[in-house]
């Protein structure tokens, strides 16, 4: 079984920053695409920013210049590095990950996720 574990999340004041990680554990036998995503009360679950093995990134346009996303394979983590943060951005954060648990199996997995309010 493979676990995601979300931190970082909480309570910025809009035009703020803050940095969400996510921590893979279990059986891994590799990780190639790792990412985030929100759901906001109401709506439905969007993407925000996916990376691959090779660093390779994709950002939702609205969060583009202001989150960047990035991965350290030797911990099996990700980030969301979030700045200049709107009260439109408050949301849950899920951190998502395709894993192979053998060379054969390939699983997606997600966290339970990160609450960010973003208020005054």
């Known amino acids: 079984q493979v676990q995601l574990v979300e931190s970082g999340g909480g309570l910025v004041q809009p035009g703020g920053s803050l940095r969400l990680s996510c921590i893979a554990s279990?059986?891994?036998?590799?990780?190639?695409?790792m990412g985030w995503y929100r759901q906001a009360p109401g709506k439905q679950r969007d993407l925000v920013a996916t990376?691959?093995?090779?660093?390779?990134?994709n950002y939702a346009d609205s969060v583009k210049d202001r989150f960047t996303i990035s991965r350290d394979n030797a911990k099996k983590m990700v980030y969301l590095q979030m700045n200049s943060l709107k009260p439109e951005d408050a949301a849950v954060y899920y951190c998502r990950a395709v894993v192979r648990t053998t060379p054969t199996i390939t699983g997606n997995y997600w966290g339970k996720g990160a609450l960010v309010t973003v208020s005054s």
């Open positions: 990376i691959n093995s090779s660093s390779s990134t």
């Open positions: 279990g059986r891994i036998f590799s990780i190639s695409s």
